[in-house]
């Protein structure tokens, strides 16, 4: 009975692993998303600052 407790706390805990590192991902995926995203804007508005008269990017 105690062996068959501690495998499924095991397998409890890899699934919470599991579920915790895809969870992990997409956050991340979110989190770059959004630098990049903030990166492009303040480049166009300095683009814009200093050369006026570039068309936009």
Same mark, same amino acid.
């Not at 499924?8 to 770059?32: C, P, Q, R, S, Y």
């Given at each position: 009975?105690?062996?068959?407790?501690?495998?499924?706390?095991?397998?409890?805990? /890899?699934? /919470?692993? +599991?579920?915790?590192?895809?969870?992990?991902?997409?956050?991340?995926?979110?989190?770059?998303?959004? /630098?990049?995203?903030?990166?492009?804007?303040?480049?166009? +508005? +300095? /683009?814009?600052? +200093?050369?006026?008269?570039?068309?936009?990017?």
């Amino acid at each position: 009975m105690k062996k068959f407790i501690v495998v499924m706390m095991m397998k409890l805990i /890899v699934v /919470v692993m +599991v579920e915790f590192t895809l969870k992990a991902k997409v956050e991340m995926k979110v989190v770059v998303m959004d /630098v990049v995203f903030m990166a492009t804007v303040k480049l166009r +508005v +300095v /683009v814009r600052k +200093v050369n006026p008269f570039m068309p936009s990017v």
